[in-house]
T-cell receptor
Framework: AQSVTQLDSQVPVFEEAPVELRCNYS??????LFWYVQYPNQGLQLLLK??????LVKGINGFEAEFNKSQTSFHLRKPSVHISDTAEYFC????FGGGADGLTFGKGTHLIIQP | KAGVTQTPRYLIKTRGQQVTLSCSPI?????VSWYQQTPGQGLQFLFE???????NKGNFPGRFSGRQFSNSRSEMNVSTLELGDSALYLC??????????????FGPGTRLTVL
């Protein structure tokens, strides 16, 4: 079984400032890692994913994340945020082979962009 | 290509009633997964269907059930509704079975309120 911890429930940041949303996971097996974004009254949209290979993963909308196996982390970063980035962000993990648990999500981080 | 559609978008029921939610996956996608999203528990995996068969199941009571039709459309049913079943129910479709390197596309969800 896997678990995901998103350390911050809310992150306020000024427009055009950089941001980092933190995600730590625990698993007894190797994992795949994902970041999803949820805008108000909408479903989830995949931002990026780590399956294997380079530990720095680039996604849509200028986001990137770095997989750190030794620290079991997968933090999401953006160098300069915009008002339109205001949303809920979810980190998720899945064990190799799919597994019976589906995707395991963190509780989410609400990114608040201040003008 | 049309995205994942869920109907209805909003539902209000009373305790003890039953409810059926519908999900139409992206054309060509054969796997449909269901998730429950609540403020307290976050996003939790309910079950996954592929080729009309339930392939994976999360940790939910038997009151939660589902099915998939030959055209890949899926329904989930909740019987004997409880107040705690109030949630956003999200459906996700993907080409293949499994949650790993197989991108899931989420619908906008059905907001169920139990009074």
């Amino acid at each position: 079984a896997q678990s995901v911890t998103q350390l911050d429930s809310q992150v306020p940041v000024f427009e055009e400032a950089p941001v980092e949303l933190r995600c730590n996971y625990s698993s007894s097996v190797s994992v795949y890692l994902f970041w999803y974004v949820q805008y108000p009254n909408q479903g989830l949209q995949l931002l990026l994913k780590y399956l294997s290979g380079s530990t720095l993963v680039k996604g849509i909308n200028g986001f990137e994340a770095e997989f750190n196996k030794s620290q079991t982390s997968f933090h999401l970063r953006k160098p300069s945020v915009h008002i339109s980035d205001t949303a809920e962000y979810f980190c998720a993990v899945s064990g190799f082979g799919g597994g019976a648990d589906g995707l395991t999500f963190g509780k989410g981080t609400h990114l608040i962009i201040q003008p | 290509k049309a995205g994942v559609t869920q109907t209805p978008r909003y539902l209000i029921k009373t305790r003890g009633q039953q409810v059926t939610l519908s999900c139409s996956p992206i054309s060509g996608h054969r796997s449909v997964s269901w998730y429950q999203q609540t403020p307290g528990q976050g996003l939790q995996f309910l079950f996954e269907y592929f080729s009309e068969t339930q392939r994976n199941k999360g940790n939910f009571p038997g009151r939660f059930s589902g099915r998939q039709f030959s055209n890949s459309r899926s329904e989930m049913n909740v019987s004997t509704l409880e107040l705690g079943d109030s949630a956003l129910y999200l459906c996700a479709s993907s080409l293949f079975l499994g949650q790993t390197n197989n991108e899931q596309f989420f619908g906008p969800g059905t907001r169920l309120t139990v009074l």
